[in-house]
């Protein structure tokens, strides 16, 4: 479950998450984690996104996403 916004600057997106693991079944770091990241528009319809999930400072995965918007 997560809750989050996007700041646009133009083509330039500042995405921010903060979620929470409901499914948990390896004790890793806390269930709360944090997810932030910039998404770019290319066009009308196509965006790339780069993201860091962390659970406080330690960061635990690095995204790198393409999507098109309908």
Known sequence: VFAGHELKFGR???VTHVGYYVYYPYKY???VYFRIGLKRTFGEHFFGTVAVRTHGANAEAMAFGIGYRL
Do not use: A, D, T, V
């Open 12 to 14: 330039y997106s500042f």
């Open 29 to 31: 770091e806390s269930r």
